[in-house]
């Protein structure tokens, strides 16, 4: 059963703590984003990866880092910096980045408090 | 900046009515075009694209239609379900290579049965 899938669906975390939300593609896709997407708003680019062991910031990284040692395998670790953590994030990925076709996971709903 | 417009924010249709949705966007470089849908906590779902070489795209009871000159590009929903019901984003491909989409803010679709 091919797809993105993201674990878990609902996260619960106290302020001051750092969370690392999963992302796991079997599409063998190259390339993978982060967004955050908070009420009545569109999607926001946190960070993106090309390929393995490479990373770019989107438009809203501060607070937030990702590693990409796998091809599979994207994981986003929500830092105690993040100003306001709340939020739905989506992760996406792509064939390749020259296709801009993203297909997304359903998503986790952290809630910081 | 990259920026995409879309219009309506929310939207109410009668069962059976037309749908449509419109976006513009300021980067004249962008070619490519996606719609998707997204249902109460999922993640969005890819439901129709457009690339710059093409003026209309169909498909079954939803069609894209894009402008290059004026910068936009709408979605046409034809004999609306309440399944219909959802949140409908745009988007249009972003700086060159980097396979980053800038997305629009959301359409709210409420079909009445």
């Known amino acids: 059963d091919g797809g993105i899938t993201q674990s878990p669906k609902y996260l619960f975390r106290k302020e001051g703590q750092n969370v690392t939300l999963s992302c796991e593609q079997n599409?063998?896709?190259?390339?993978m984003y982060w967004y955050r997407q908070d009420p009545g708003q569109g999607l926001r680019l946190i960070y993106y990866s090309q390929i393995v062991n490479d990373f770019q910031k989107g438009d809203i990284a501060e607070g937030y880092s990702v590693s990409r040692e796998k091809k599979e395998s994207f994981p986003l670790t929500v830092t105690s910096a993040q100003k306001n953590p709340t939020a739905f994030y989506l992760c996406?990925?792509?064939?390749?980045?020259?296709?801009?076709?993203?297909?997304f996971g359903p998503g986790t709903r952290l809630t910081v408090t | 900046g990259e920026n995409v417009e879309q219009h309506p924010s929310t939207l109410s249709v009668q069962e059976g009515d037309s749908a449509v949705i419109k976006c513009t966007y300021s980067d004249s470089a962008s070619n490519y075009f996606p719609w998707y849908k997204q249902e109460l906590g999922k993640g969005p779902q890819l439901i129709i694209d457009?690339?710059?070489?093409?003026g209309e795209k169909k498909d079954q009871r939803i069609a894209v239609t894009l402008n290059k000159t004026a910068k936009h590009f709408s979605l046409h929903i034809t004999e609306t379900q309440p399944e219909d019901s959802a949140v409908y984003f745009c988007?249009?491909?972003?700086?060159?290579?980097?396979?980053?989409?800038?997305f629009g803010q959301g359409t709210t679709l409420q079909v009445k049965p």
């Open positions: 599409l063998n896709h190259d390339a």
């Open positions: 996406a990925s792509s064939p390749d980045v020259n296709s801009y076709e993203q297909y």
């Open positions: 988007a249009a491909s972003g700086s060159s290579n980097t396979g980053k989409l800038i």
């Open positions: 457009i690339r710059s070489n093409v």
